[in-house]
């Protein structure tokens, strides 16, 4: 039996045609959303993920901004940067592109950002409130496999969930998520003992680790939904942290990489900008 492909590029579609009418709709009632990006230094990568954001933001209709600045710009000047988003009434999101370089503290230009503009849902303040419950702007890399599952009809409720990774921008917030919608939540990582047999009893088996295929069938429950967040280059192709090949015979469903989780990333992102819009604009209520 082969799996499911969850199409998260057809599924992003989907969101953007709606996003479109909500720009349309907030401009009718005089808000012109906006989103500031920033980009510290020269890392390719990064490089191609503001474009690509901008580049949506603009398909959308969305205003945007981008800060492009050179590698050796002093903390303070990044910060000052921020401190102007941040009192700008023009501006609803601000978005700091990561990695920053060594020279700067991510931590304190994170935390810098105000909390109602902080469409990436980084702020500890924000990460802190989804520890608690629901909130308007979660990251978005887990909001959108909460989408994706959603959109899938999996019924989370009472389920076995497993995560594989704990950072604080995939793994520990997505857990949250799926435990808000009353999954049985495990979180793993690179101490956990016997990986292979945790996830097996993974119904919905989440992989956040940044290691190319490490996840075989072996890992994976007959039936479960895999969802992929792994991005990892291989002789000059981007491959999953899920080995798609061993893992689609055994699995229910599966995200594909590339076109799986990632085309969401960018989609939420717009939908956070958005919320913040109506919340800053007094249309929504938090
Ligand atoms: P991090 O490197 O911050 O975290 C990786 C996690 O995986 C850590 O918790 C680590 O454990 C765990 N880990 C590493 N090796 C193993 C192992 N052998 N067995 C079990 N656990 C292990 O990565 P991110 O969360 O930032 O990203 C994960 C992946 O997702 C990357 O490939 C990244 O490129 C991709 N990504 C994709 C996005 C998208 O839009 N699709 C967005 C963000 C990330 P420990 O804590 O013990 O070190």
Known sequence: MAAVILDGREISAQIQADLKDEVTNLQSQGVNPCLAVLLVGDNPASHTYVRSKLRVAQSLGIASRDHILAGDTPEEEVLALIRRLNDD??????????????????????????????????????????MMGPTPMPPCTPAGIMEILRRAGVELKGKEAVVVGRSNIVGKPVAFLLLHEHATVTICHSRTRDLPAVCRRAEVLVVAIGRARMVTDEYVRPGAVVIDVGINRENGRLVGDVDFETVRHVAGAITPVPGGVGPMTITMLMKSTLTAAALQSGLKSA
């Open 89 to 130: 009434p023009a501006v609803h999101g601000i978005l700091v592109q990561l990695p920053l370089p060594e020279s700067i503290n991510t931590a304190r230009v994170l935390g810098a950002v105000a909390p109602e503009k902080d469409v990436d849902g980084f702020h500890p303040m924000n990460l802190g409130r989804l």
